[in-house]
């Protein structure tokens, strides 16, 4: 392969990732007219259009995502090999793509990856923040943290945390609203309830206790919200009772803007896991960092206040 096939193929892979032009130019440290100019020469090399072009917008046509989803991730393979050469055999370096949850990974992440980067100086970390469940491989993350991501056939999990989801409610609210004895009295509260971002369905209240009873909760509805964040914020804010994730309850916890209700009465969220691709060849930087993250996300106590006993 020539050196100038090769420039125009990582100018439309990289153009491909970030969607633009501009995003692509500035990862590969050319200006946005070369990249497009770069990806131009390999349509007409080709004899195909690539990309639907606008002002606002980039988009693959049918032959662009065709020849994307052949060439992505060999092409990716191909340039973690050659800087791994170029860096040192084995030594991590690169841009390091990481999808987190936005309150997991603003506020318990984010606080381990200084040491990370003190210590692999040639790894960039490149941190996108989306309460979606992102698809590793066709969007090119080399690592997700998250929960619930389908576990499909090339894909690792190494688990961080079980997460226990637990009621709550504001002070306020419970002087008006006294808790309830037991989940029954639950049908006399208002409740925040939660729309699943892979469904569009609103969560059932599902609750269990220690001795193995479950069952299904009814509240009176007062909002539904898509994102545990905005409930949380939404209950220490008097609104209603909600169901939330430790994560996203434990600060409000603790600084007594929620107490929590029916502490014998809970549910389970799916682990909170590391995720990464399972190719034969792990990439240095990938390895690194998986173990950084596990190490440093045990030792700070986090999985036991997730999932208290």
Sequence with gaps: MSTELASHLDAFVTSADEGSFSAAARRLGHTPAAASKSVAQLENRLGVRLFQRSTRSLA???????????????????GDALTDLHQGAGKPAGSLKVSLAHTVGRDYVLPLLAGFAASYPDVVLDLRFD????????????????????????????ELARVRIVLAAAPGY??????????????RHGGLLRRSLATGRVLPWTLRNRAGQEMVASVRPVAVLDDPE???RAAACGMGMAMLPMPHALPLLDSGALVQVLPDWYAEAKPLSIYYSSRKLVPAKVRVFVDHVLARFRASGHPAR????
């Design 131 to 158: 309460n979606r469940q992102v698809d590793l491989v066709a969007e090119g993350f080399d690592v997700a943290i998250g929960g619930g991501i389908e576990l499909t056939e090339g894909l690792v999990a190494r």
């Design 230 to 232: 905005a409930i949380a």
């Design 174 to 187: 419970l002087r008006a609203y006294p808790a309830p004895a037991d989940p029954g009295g639950l049908a």
């Design 306 to 309: 997730f999932n208290p006993s």
């Design 60 to 78: 693959l046509t049918t032959d662009g995502e065709r020849l994307y989803a052949q060439v992505r991730l060999p092409w990716r393979e191909i």
